[in-house]
């Protein structure tokens, strides 16, 4: 148990976890964390610790919210867990999202101007992906909000489906479906949060621009779940399909 636990004892936790496998005990690091700026320390300081960035930024992100007006939360992500070659480990679950890659840099002037309904003028491409879901805290999803929020909001890893040119749609209308081993498939309509996974953009570039960064062309974010978070077994074979976007079929 650390005698005094403040962010940057947590940033050197939370990295020896990472690199060990063995998960901390949220009820020690409590009082490490107040806010969401504190949280997004602790994810900048374990992410450089790392070696997850690729020039100023890291290019792989999550980012999400409940509601258009938010709050949004964000979160960097490993390289070496996009698409990875090896098993991540033990992992809670698995959701199905939809990625989207930036086609030119945003500099911090531009994302402040930046509106969610013309969002997608930045981006290129998009993806069906599905984020796998783990923690660091022993407590895993029930750890406090902030704690998962400084453990990358619970990520272990990001799957890819092929890129394609990216299009406003009606996402209203558009469906998922996921399957998990033998169990029935799951289908959805419309179910994104935001009702538009480029909704979060200005949210998130901002974010990411916050201290002077210009954030490069083919920066990828993956956008929310459409399924929420489901359980899942190893060696479960997971198939998402999003209709007119494409599917992705991974072996856990």
Excluded at 20 to 33: E, H, N, P, V
Excluded at 59 to 72: D, E, I
Excluded at 198 to 218: E, I, K
Aim: aromatic content about 6%.
């Amino acid at each position: 148990m650390p005698v005094r636990p403040d962010p940057q004892t947590l940033i050197t936790a939370l990295t020896q976890a990472r690199l060990s496998g063995q998960t901390l005990r949220a009820a020690d690091w409590a009082s490490a964390i107040h806010s969401e700026a504190e949280a997004y320390t602790v994810q900048d300081g374990v992410a450089a610790a790392l070696g997850w960035l690729e020039g100023p930024l890291v290019r792989h992100w999550k980012s999400g919210g409940t509601t258009r007006s938010g709050p949004f939360s964000h979160a960097p992500l490993d390289p070496a867990g996009v698409n990875p070659a090896d098993g991540l480990g033990p992992l809670l679950g698995v959701e199905a999202e939809v990625a989207l890659r930036l086609g030119r840099d945003v500099s911090p002037e531009a994302a402040r101007a930046m509106a969610p309904e013309t969002a997608g003028y930045w981006v290129d491409s998009m993806a069906v992906s599905v984020e796998l879901v783990a923690s660091r805290w022993a407590e895993g999803l029930a750890a406090p909000a902030l704690l998962r929020m400084a453990d990358h909001q619970s990520h272990a890893g990001l799957l890819l489906g092929p890129w394609q040119p990216y299009a406003a749609r009606d996402w209203s209308t558009q469906t998922c479906q996921i399957q998990i081993g033998s169990q029935p498939p799951i289908k959805h309509t419309g179910s994104h949060s935001l009702n538009d996974p480029a909704w979060l953009l200005p949210a998130w570039l901002q974010h990411l621009t916050r201290h002077g960064a210009t954030v490069a062309a083919g920066t990828v974010v993956t956008t929310g779940s459409w399924v929420g978070c489901l359980p899942v077994q190893p060696g479960d074979r997971v198939s998402v399909h999003f209709a007119g976007l494409g599917h992705l079929t991974a072996q856990l």
